[in-house]
Each structure stands twice: as structure tokens, then as C-alpha cells.
């Protein structure tokens, strides 16, 4: 009964973590060097996700009876999270990214807005622009039309002001 006790706290973390979590991705890191996973844990960390490796057993107690069940098809072999609260994409671009430079990290899938994807899945999701850059290309082209209007009225009030004078 005490080993449950001691390992509650870590099921609750890994549960809390995941709980508001925009998008999760699962990975198995065998295979990285040391120095490339400092590496891998210091890109996550300037983007703001949370990065960490859990027992298998831990994850599959932490998402049991959740939105976040569908891992538990991806807990075989060694696993990590890596979670992101704000940008939905932001997990799994920088996993992508890093996985083209160090194949040997395995991208095993994932939860992003609570819709669950395999690998392929993952990454093609970490294809799509970040939120800051899909806000950017919207407010662009919502300015583009209001741009070439105050142009076209400029003109027509420079030769209305052409004619009269």
C-alpha cells in the first residue's frame, strides 16, 4: 500500500500536466546522446513546453478515463512527453524539427486539442504555422482590402483636387 502512496503523486502531475494541455506528443528518445538530449530538453524548454520521461505505467493511470486515453495505444518501449499549454502545434513542430536533424528520436504520436494522431499525424500537424504566424497571414489579409481601398480613395480625391484646381 505504501509504494501506491508514493508513486500517487507522480500519476497526479503527469495527470494535472495534461489536464489543460493544448497538445501532448509522445516520443521514445532511446538512442540520443546525452548531449543531444540536453539538447532536445533546452529547444523545448525556449519554447515553452514541458518535457519530461515517465514510466509507461504512470501515463496509462494518469490519461485512464480521460480525453487523453487514445495513449495509451502508444506506451510501448520508453516513453516522453512533451507538452504544450498554449500554441496547439507548438510540441509538435519542435518535435518534428528536431527528429529531421536526430533521427534516432521516434515520434510515436499524440493529443493536440483533444484529437488524437499517430505519427504521420503529428507530423503533419507540425507543418502548420504557429498561432502568432496564422494570426499574422489573416490580419494581412484582412488589411490588404482596406490598403488598396484608402488607395483607390486617395486617387480619386488627388484628381478630383487635380480637376478643380
Given at each position: 500500500m505504501a509504494k501506491i502512496e508514493e508513486k500517487r503523486p507522480v500519476v497526479e502531475e503527469i495527470a494535472g500536466v495534461l489536464s489543460d494541455a493544448a497538445s501532448a506528443v509522445l516520443v521514445d528518445h532511446r538512442g540520443l546522446t546525452v548531449a543531444e538530449d540536453t539538447e532536445l530538453r533546452k529547444t523545448l524548454r525556449d519554447a515553452g513546453i514541458q518535457y519530461k520521461v515517465y514510466k509507461n505505467t504512470f501515463i496509462r493511470f494518469a490519461v485512464q478515463d480521460t480525453v487523453n486515453e487514445p495513449l495509451t495505444q502508444l506506451l510501448e518501449g520508453p516513453s516522453a512527453l512533451a507538452v504544450s499549454k498554449?500554441?496547439?502545434?507548438?510540441?509538435?513542430?519542435?518535435?518534428?524539427?528536431f527528429a529531421k536533424k536526430h533521427p534516432k528520436l521516434e515520434i510515436k504520436g499524440g493529443m493536440v486539442e483533444s484529437n488524437y494522431y499517430d505519427a504521420d499525424g503529428i507530423k503533419a500537424v507540425a507543418s502548420i504555422p504557429g498561432r502568432e504566424v496564422l494570426l499574422g497571414r489573416l490580419f494581412g489579409s484582412m488589411n490588404s482590402p482596406v490598403a488598396n481601398l484608402a488607395r483607390v480613395i486617395k486617387q480619386i480625391a488627388e484628381k478630383d483636387a487635380e480637376t478643380v484646381a
Open positions: 498554449q500554441d496547439a502545434t507548438a510540441a509538435a513542430r519542435e518535435i518534428a524539427n
